[in-house]
């Protein structure tokens, strides 16, 4: 199955602005349930570039035991709160049509027990200005990790696409209904190594391929010049091509746009 990030946002593709969002959402992931608090920033100095942080504190995690014939599945000790992942990066859009985003991903501290390595990650993306309220975007990423403990994690790469949707919106005041959906499509490019093992034997035959999804409905209301935005959205924080297994993100949050 994907192993993608706990909390990585899957987030519409979108010119750079400045902005606070904080969120609480729950998730269901291998018959654990979770909570999670959300905090994201982004600055832009202007429409061109911006620098931004994605920070996700695990609430708590519950597991749900599965007894099938007098047998358990899915015994899992991760009952866990505390840190999750940690993203940063910055924005540079040289065009109002093309740009670039650079990305750091940091390790969890006791709130995850996966994606425990440095990513470092970059994506080309273009935007496409469909109609006066809809606005289209695609984007390809390429992720390489940083050895750790003599392991190599293999490096990634994916594609995303974004569609941004206005309903009875004011420009003036950057109030109204917004709809975005995200598809997001990964896979490793090649297999992870073991380096405490000789070479023929170093290849962990962990090569995977799958797609997340996201669907945000949000209101926004005009607040003292700027914006307030408030949100509903479920995700699909892992799925299959080939199979049935998926897990499952709800979550509700608030977008501070300064204007």
């Known amino acids: ?6 909390r990585e946002s899957v987030l ?3 010119i750079p602005e400045s902005s606070v969002t904080v969120g609480l959402l729950g998730e269901l992931r291998d018959d654990v349930y979770s909570a999670d608090l959300n905090l994201a920033g982004e600055y832009a100095p202007c429409n061109c570039f911006s620098v931004y942080g994605d920070f996700s504190y695990r609430l708590a995690s519950y597991e749900w035991d599965v007894t099938l014939h007098d047998q358990r599945h899915e015994a899992l000790d991760l009952r866990v709160n505390g840190l999750n992942e940690s993203y940063m990066g910055v924005k540079l859009v040289p065009y109002t049509f093309f740009g670039v985003d650079v990305s750091w991903r940091l390790p969890p501290r006791e709130g995850s027990r996966v994606n425990l390595y440095h990513r ?3 994506s080309p993306f273009g935007l496409y200005e469909f109609s006066r309220n ?3 975007g695609a ?7 940083l050895e750790k ?3 190599q994690q293999g490096d990634e790469m994916g594609a995303k696409g974004s569609i941004s949707w206005k309903f009875l919106w004011d420009r003036d005041d950057y109030s109204g209904w917004k709809f975005d959906y995200v598809f997001l499509y990964r896979f490793r490019i090649q297999e992870s190594e073991n380096l405490n093992m000789e070479r023929p034997y170093r290849k962990m035959d962990d090569l995977y391929r799958g797609f997340r999804m996201r669907v945000d409905a949000a209101r926004y209301f005009a607040l003292y010049g700027n914006s307030l935005g408030v949100s509903l959205f479920y995700e699909m924080n892992r799925g299959n091509l080939f ?3 998926t897990g499952h993100t709800l979550g509700l949050y608030a977008k501070f746009m300064f204007l």
Not at 1 to 6: G, R
Not at 139 to 145: A, L, V
């Open 1 to 6: 199955m994907v192993p993608l990030s706990a």
């Open 12 to 14: 519409p593709i979108r």
């Open 120 to 122: 470092l990650g970059v």
């Open 134 to 136: 809809m606005t289209l």
């Open 139 to 145: 984007s390809i990423e390429y992720f390489t990790y």
């Open 149 to 151: 403990q003599n392991f």
């Open 243 to 245: 199979g049935m297994e």
